[in-house]
C-alpha cells in the first residue's frame, strides 16, 4: 500500500462545475496535510493546508479533513480552464522530520 | 520575500562534467530540500537540511553532493551524471520546530538534461 494515494486521472469536469479531488493516506499518526497545484513545466505552488478534522475554506478552495478514515479531500467551486493543472496532495507523518510524502497527482481538465 | 531562487533555470551536461545547482532562501527557514521530479510523477526527496545540518539522505547515490554553506543557501553538486538523471530539481524550504502546519515552498525549479 503506497503511503499517500490518489487517483491519477484525468479527472474532467466543465467550466463552473465543482472538481472533488481526493487523497488517502497509511500514517495514522500524519499530522497535517497540504494540497499542491503544478501546471505543466512548472513548480509545485501550496495552495492549502489542513491540519484539524473539518472543512476548511479559502475562496473557491476547501479542504476536507476525515483522520478517523486517513482521507483528505479539495473541492474546487466554479472551475475554470485556468485550474487545469496536476494537484498533489501531501502528508507530513509522524516521524517528525518535516518530510513531507506527496501522493502521485491527480490531473484536473476544465473544459470551456 | 517570500521566495525560493534557483538558478541555472536550465541546465545542459555531459556525463563526464561536474556542475552545481543553488537554491538561495530569505524567509528565515531552518529547513531546507532537494527533490528530484520526472515527467507525469510527483517529486521524489532527495536531501534534507535542518539547521544547516544534513538531516535524511534517502539513499541518494554519491553522484549527488549536496551542500548548505548558511542558513539562506543550498547547492546540489553534480558529478559523472547518466541520462536518467535528467529531471527537474526542485529545492524548497519550511519552517521547522512544533508547528504543525509549515508547508514547503518551492523554488521554480532547474531543468536538467544530462546527455
Known amino acids: 500500500q503506497k503511503e499517500v494515494e490518489q487517483n491519477s486521472g484525468p479527472l474532467s469536469v466543465p467550466e463552473g462545475a465543482i472538481a472533488s479531488l481526493n487523497c488517502t493516506y497509511s500514517d495514522r499518526g500524519s499530522q497535517s496535510f497540504f494540497w499542491y497545484r503544478q501546471y505543466s513545466g512548472k513548480s509545485p505552488e501550496l495552495i492549502m493546508f489542513i491540519y484539524s478534522n473539518g472543512d476548511k475554506e479559502d475562496g473557491r478552495f476547501t479542504a476536507q479533513l476525515n483522520k478517523a478514515s486517513q482521507y483528505v479531500s479539495l473541492l474546487i467551486r466554479d472551475s475554470q480552464p485556468s485550474d487545469s493543472a496536476t494537484y498533489l496532495c501531501?502528508?507530513?507523518?509522524?516521524?517528525?522530520?518535516?518530510?513531507?510524502?506527496f501522493g502521485q497527482g491527480t490531473t484536473l481538465q476544465v473544459k470551456p | 520575500d517570500t521566495e525560493v531562487t534557483q538558478t541555472p533555470k536550465h541546465l545542459v551536461m555531459g556525463m563526464t562534467n561536474k556542475k552545481s545547482l543553488k537554491c538561495e532562501q530569505h524567509m528565515g527557514h531552518r529547513a531546507m530540500y532537494w527533490y528530484k521530479q520526472k515527467a507525469k510523477k510527483p517529486p521524489e526527496l532527495m536531501f534534507v537540511y535542518s539547521y544547516e545540518k544534513l538531516s535524511i539522505n534517502e539513499s541518494v547515490p554519491s553522484r549527488f553532493s549536496p551542500e548548505c554553506p548558511n542558513s539562506s543557501l543550498l547547492n546540489l553538486h553534480l558529478h559523472a551524471l547518466q541520462p536518467e538523471d535528467s529531471a527537474l530539481y526542485l529545492c524548497?524550504?519550511?519552517?521547522?520546530?512544533?508547528?504543525?502546519?509549515?508547508?514547503?515552498?518551492f523554488g521554480s525549479g532547474t531543468r536538467l538534461t544530462v546527455v
Open positions: 524548497a524550504s519550511s519552517g521547522t520546530g512544533t508547528s504543525i502546519n509549515y508547508g514547503y515552498t
Open positions: 501531501a502528508v507530513r507523518g509522524s516521524s517528525n522530520t518535516g518530510k513531507l510524502i
